[in-house]
């Protein structure tokens, strides 16, 4: 289990994270956020209720709140900021991720060239 900052959560993103785990029904008490191919775009930000942290998982810790993210999503949120956004006629997290190349009109899927290792090194 490592501890590392791939995202960071503005603090309404933090607000609307902490509501969700103390209303959650379930025993799932982990918030697991990943990348799944799929919409017109390619790609859509995946979030799931888990309950305990798997081998691989990066752990993201920051002022009292615990997401953990997929290994095979790290490349792909490198340097991201989750927001939780409200609007007239909706509400919802945001992804300003940088690795960003386009996103389909309608919002729900987003093209993303992973970050490579040799970049990281």
């Known amino acids: 289990m490592v501890k590392s900052n791939i995202i960071s959560l503005t603090p309404r993103a933090i607000e609307r994270v902490n509501h969700l785990i103390d209303d959650s029904k379930q025993e799932n008490k982990i918030l697991r956020i990943g990348i799944e191919k799929g919409g017109c775009a390619g790609l859509h930000y ?3 209720y888990v309950s305990e ?15 953990v993210i997929d290994p095979k999503a790290i490349l792909y ?10 609007e007239k006629f909706s509400a919802g997290f945001k992804f300003n991720n ?4 386009s996103a389909c009109g309608c919002g729900e899927s987003v093209d993303i060239t992973p970050i490579s290792e040799l970049e990281i090194k």
């Open 53 to 67: 942290i798997s081998e691989g998982d990066e752990v993201v810790e920051q002022d009292g709140v615990t997401i």
């Open 98 to 101: 940088p690795n960003e190349t």
């Open 46 to 48: 995946s979030m799931d």
């Open 77 to 86: 949120l490198l340097g991201t900021e989750m927001d939780y956004v409200e």
